[in-house]
């Protein structure tokens, strides 16, 4: 689990300042960050959680609670991020880099104890697990979508450009320049 959290952050760190690194590589915007919004927070900590898949599920993809706990570990990212930040934002009226970055790497770290932990249950109903199966791919399609054709509320709202996805980048970019 420990390793898995190490990895898991490193790279979603990475996944950070991949888009400005590939030259604003419009595959690269699906993966990584491409404005500051809220949901481009929770997809940096996404998309390492969801590359390591690749190697949980071939370690772990037998056991019958695997997809169960895989939904409930992304859906940890997508709820404890934003709690933490609208939290906290909303007691004192401002963001504090470090709170904004602890919360990055405590929604990683409750994600997977909770995934490990979800293992090691007996083994939950099939239907359970089912819905779990489905639920997994839901998280990753609206992950997959949510950048090109983001919601027009405040998860996804850039606050330095108070645009919506790819379009809030180009427009920083104007503004830097």
């Known amino acids: ?21 590939s030259h604003h590589n419009k595959i690269m915007a699906l993966f990584a960050a491409v404005n500051e919004s809220t949901w481009e927070h929770i997809k940096i900590a996404l998309t390492p959680t969801i590359l390591y898949s690749l190697y949980d599920g071939f370690c772990y993809g037998t056991n019958p609670n695997y997809f169960f706990a895989k939904v409930l570990s992304l859906l940890t ?11 906290y934002t909303g007691i004192i009226k401002r963001h504090v880099l470090i709170i904004d970055i602890l919360s990055f790497y405590i929604a990683i770290a409750l994600s997977q104890f909770l995934f490990y932990t979800i293992l090691k249950m007996p083994a939950l109903p099939f239907t359970i697990n089912y819905l779990g199966a489905v639920g997994t791919f839901i998280v990753f399609g609206i992950y997959m979508t949510a950048t090109l054709f983001p919601v027009k509320n405040f998860l996804f709202k850039d606050p330095l450009t108070k645009e919506y996805g790819i379009k809030a980048h180009e427009i920083y970019d104007k503004q830097k320049k």
């Open 1 to 21: 689990m420990l390793i898995a959290i190490i990895i898991i952050s490193v790279v979603g760190t990475l996944f950070h300042f991949l888009y400005e690194l």
């Open 77 to 87: 990212i997508i709820v404890v991020i934003p709690l933490i930040f609208y939290s």
